[in-house]
């Protein structure tokens, strides 16, 4: 299979940029998404992080305390790290789950927000693409997407590589610094690049 690992910083774009990917018809797996799913009321992985991290990262109803979680885990590396431990594995697993349910697909989106940082997808991946915005950009699109302030932005993107790391990793960069139509342009190079690509690797298989 033909892998395209997309990630980028906070306010980036990245989000926008996969909506675009599968308007093309492109199956995209986000695991941002499995994350949200397999921390939703109800699922057992809630327990195991409540009995790691203690019984307050969950609210009276069941479900996670989001908010206190995130705040702790910028704050305290050590909690992150832990919580990475439980997440990134099962993430990880349900992830490749997705991906084989497309076998016949020209090529696959695989979203992952910390892609560089983790290391957990390499095997996974036939490139990387990044989208990226300067960093003013983002901290404008963060704060007004997510409803965060400053401070928390700037944790965010602390926990995330510096810019100029991210872009030197990446097989293909998108500059996400004007409108959603340019952006949805520079996707669709991306997708005939891609789709020629798997046409020509097809050919010499």
């Known amino acids: 299979m033909f892998i395209v690992g997309l990630t980028g910083g906070i306010g980036s774009g990245k989000s926008e940029a996969a909506r675009m990917f599968a308007d093309l018809g492109i199956p995209v797996v986000d695991t941002d998404q499995i994350a949200h799913a397999l921390t939703a009321v109800g699922q ?20 996670l305390n989001r908010a206190l979680l995130r705040q702790r885990v910028f704050a305290e590396p050590e909690t ?30 695989l979203v992952v927000p910390l892609l560089f940082e983790t290391n957990g997808y390499v095997d996974l991946m036939t490139r990387s693409l990044v989208i990226d915005c300067d960093e003013a950009q983002q901290m404008h699109r963060a704060m007004a997407r997510s409803h ?58």
């Open 44 to 63: 057992p992985l809630l327990q195991e992080i409540a009995t790691a991290l203690g019984s307050d990262t969950l609210n009276r109803d069941g479900s």
């Open 80 to 109: 992150r790290h832990r919580l990475e431990a439980i997440l990134h594995p099962r993430i990880r697993e349900r992830a490749a789950q997705l991906l084989a349910q497309h076998p016949d697909a020209p090529y696959q989106i």
């Open 148 to 205: 965060l302030n400053e401070t928390e932005v700037r944790a965010i993107m602390a926990a995330q590589l510096p810019r100029d790391q991210r872009l030197a990793l990446a097989d293909d960069v998108i500059t996400n610094d004007n409108t959603l139509e340019e952006l949805r342009e520079k996707v669709l190079e991306k997708h005939e690049k891609y789709i020629k690509t798997c046409i020509v690797s097809q050919s010499i298989s």
